[in-house]
């Protein structure tokens, strides 16, 4: 996606770009700003998303799609919208996402899910313990 993201500053000049990449682990991202569109950890885990420029949330293999056509490569990707081909794309795509994380990361998805989870509760309870602090 890097190189997508590469190819729309090259296109896009001082013009506004078409695509945005959002940093889903990152420190700030917020799942109901929505600029964001409402995608959770969870969710934005399991698969690719896209928000369109009206807020539409899209998932999976059209993202792809989507981005590559937005930089004018959409050719590239044509080939996963034939009939014949979509199902066979879409089951390697679904393989692909669900076992990603054991080979990128070393880890399940449930699993740094759980962990994200945990992260955030810590957080949670280290932000009262502060309040508590200041109330003293």
């Not at 078409?18 to 969710?43: C, F, H, M, Q, W």
């Not at 059209?62 to 919208?81: M, S």
Request: net charge positive; aromatic share 10%; hydrophobic share 35%.
């Amino acid at each position: 996606m890097d190189f997508l993201v590469r190819r729309d500053a090259k296109l896009s000049g001082s013009n506004p770009k078409k695509l945005r990449l959002t940093d889903i682990e990152g420190e700030n991202y917020d799942p109901n700003d929505p600029i964001n569109g409402g995608v959770s950890y969870a969710r934005g885990m399991a698969a690719i998303h896209a928000i369109t420029a009206d807020g539409r949330v899209i998932e999976g293999v059209p993202v792809f799609g989507r981005a590559y056509d937005l930089v004018g490569l959409g050719w590239l990707f044509k080939f996963t919208e034939w009939p014949v081909m979509k199902p066979v794309v879409r089951w390697g795509y679904e393989m692909f996402a669900k076992y990603r994380t054991h080979v990128t990361r070393g880890s399940s998805l449930e699993d740094l899910i759980e962990g994200k989870k945990t992260i955030q509760k810590d957080q949670k309870q280290e932000e009262c313990n502060m309040c508590n602090n200041l109330k003293r």
